[in-house]
């Protein structure tokens, strides 16, 4: 048996997928909501069984190696070196890695955790001195400086580039890991220079990127990231979410802010799961980051004008994908750091919890612009609320905000209902259209049954083979496959018969075997599929027999009617 067939039947998909989805039992399987596209009810299915997952919205689909491919855009060596070094389970000694982007991708992550060490090595050696009583004075703990990787790079420009090229790293990598710069005369130098480290991490825990916190008043870059590179998107990242996804799964919520120090701050005051966008406005990929772990947002970004900029472009694109965002509001102008600094854990947490579901925060900040003693007052501290609400794709949803939102401002609810009259136009909520199944009742049955009991199988095949009407089945091919293998005695399983097929087969079996339902069909459920099947071909050639007698009888062809009429009555 193959290396890799080995290790995926000891690596369980369902715990390898949840850690990047949460997943609930739906009968034999799980579902979710699909890592690979934006969707607001659960299409993604893992098969424990089969170990296999596939989306039935996007297709998406394949074993456990496909999906950290995917997950995790790495190349198929990457995969399986990661699941096995997961599972403690040692590769063959012959290298698999043998194409450029693969070898590239790994001195990437080899340079990266390099630079972790050094950064540490330096913040916690005598240059540090100066950084490290900036960190106390943030109040950050030095449990907290070790569990985040906090580091420093110092000011020479080119101490790390040395220890690169001392391990070395091939001068073109070196240029395509993103912690080196290239001077116009071709020379290198160190890109991060007396600054605070702060290491960002992929979604598996392993080093991809930093931020760099300048430590000199004067620079005029207050903080500097890494440049996109072949492990690093920074669209495709939220800092902290590999620490933080484990609580917001058990918490179901989510805490989003805006930096680093403010990750930093709210995870020392016991809130641990909260994230941050990598130095850039919130991504529709982040969301479905997001989206995978909890439904629930909790938006803590700073209370400038900036801040409620980037709330209110945020807010749009988390209503839009079903995620129930709430704003939570920290009193005194401060952001979550400060505020845990000078108010407390328990103060922050408290603030956490009481945060006001988004429309009723935004109703405040109306009843704030607006003269609430007056009527028209209401009605235009209404009015300001109704794009927003306008918005909201669910017509449910809309009228329930609309009359919750016209009670909390004191507005009458029947001028709400002739505004909605004149102003709002629903939205055409088309269902999706119905997707083609490709197999009929008797293939849901038979084909699981087949794949998985191999008793079954053995009393079934031969009954099988001698049913012409399989042939015409639009799944003729897979049973053939699925025979010829019995047959010739190879192991039959999910998997093992889906690398035999053809791709429009691979299609099929994968919706017939992973959305069979929550029942285990029987050996007696395959017996009557196969009495179903010899009925099928009994009317089949009952009604040939009927086109030819009355063929015959018109030609005056009596024997033969006769014969054919006999032939007719034993089939029935």
Not at 414 to 419: K, N
Request: aromatic share 6%.
């Amino acid at each position: 048996m193959e290396f890799k067939e080995r290790l995926r039947e000891q690596v369980d998909i369902v715990r390898v997928v949840g850690e990047y989805v949460r997943l609930r039992r739906a009968g034999q399987r799980y579902s979710g909501l699909c890592p690979f596209h934006n969707e607001k009810t659960p299409s993604f299915s893992v098969s424990p069984e089969h170990q296999y997952f596939r989306c039935f919205g996007c297709d998406a689909k394949g074993d456990v190696f496909k999906f950290v491919m995917m997950i995790e855009g790495l190349t198929f060596f990457e995969a399986l070196k990661k699941l096995a070094d997961q599972n403690g389970i040692a590769l063959p000694k012959q290298s698999f890695a043998s194409d450029d982007e693969t070898r590239l991708k790994a001195s990437l992550y080899e340079m990266h955790e390099i630079a972790v060490e050094h950064f540490r090595s330096n913040l916690a050696g005598p240059n540090g001195a100066a950084a490290r009583a900036y960190l106390a004075k943030r109040g950050v703990s030095q449990a907290v400086v070790e569990q985040f990787g906090l580091g420093l790079a110092d000011g020479s420009g080119r101490m790390l580039l040395r220890i690169l090229e001392k391990r070395g790293i091939k001068p073109e990598h070196l240029e395509e890991s993103g912690l080196v710069g290239k001077r116009d005369d071709g020379s290198l130098y160190d890109r991060f220079r007396n600054r605070l480290m702060f290491p960002i991490q992929n979604e598996s825990g392993k080093a991809i990127a930093f931020g760099g916190r300048a430590l000199d008043p004067e620079d005029k870059a207050k903080y500097l990231n890494s440049p996109e590179t072949k492990i690093y998107r920074k669209s495709n990242v939220l800092y902290n979410l590999h620490r933080a996804k484990e609580s917001a799964m058990r918490l179901d919520r989510i805490v989003l802010v805006e930096g680093y120090m403010d990750v930093i701050g709210a995870w020392q005051a016991g809130v641990t799961e909260v994230v941050a966008s990598c130095g850039t406005a919130l991504t529709s990929e982040q969301i479905r980051a997001m989206k995978r772990h909890s439904l629930n947002l909790h938006l803590n970004f700073d209370p400038d004008a900036a801040g409620n900029k980037a709330s209110e472009r945020s807010i749009k694109l988390l209503l839009d994908e079903n995620i129930k965002v709430r704003v939570v509001e920290l009193e005194g102008g401060l952001d979550p750091d400060e505020y845990c600094q000078q108010h407390g854990a328990d103060a922050y947490r408290e603030r956490i919890v009481k945060a006001k579901a988004y429309f009723y925060w935004l109703a405040d900040r109306a009843r704030a612009k607006f003269n609430m003693r007056e009527p028209q007052g209401r009605i235009d501290a209404f009015q300001s609320l109704v794009p927003a609400i306008q918005e909201l794709s669910d017509k449910l949803a809309r009228d329930s905000y609309a009359n919750d939102l016209a009670s909390y401002l004191a507005v009458e609810p029947g001028l709400v209902r002739e505004h909605f009259r004149k102003l709002a136009v629903d939205r055409v909520e088309r269902a999706p259209a119905p997707k083609v199944d490709p197999a009929n009742a008797t293939d849901r049955i038979l084909l699981p049954l087949l794949v998985n009991d191999r008793d079954a199988r053995v009393q079934l095949a031969d009954q099988l083979r001698d049913l012409p009407v399989l042939r015409q089945l639009s799944t003729a091919a897979i049973f053939e496959t699925l025979l010829a293998m019995h047959d010739a005695s190879e192991t039959v399983s999910f998997n093992t018969l889906h690398e035999r097929l053809a791709p429009q087969h691979q299609e099929s079996l994968a919706v017939i075997v992973l959305d069979s339902g929550a029942s285990s069909p029987t050996l007696e459920d395959g017996m009557a599929c196969i009495e179903a099947l010899r009925r099928a071909h009994r009317e089949v050639a009952a009604r040939e027999l009927k086109t030819r007698i009355k063929a015959a009888e018109r030609e005056g062809r009596i024997q033969e009617a006769i014969e054919l009429t006999q032939q007719l009555s034993h089939i029935r």
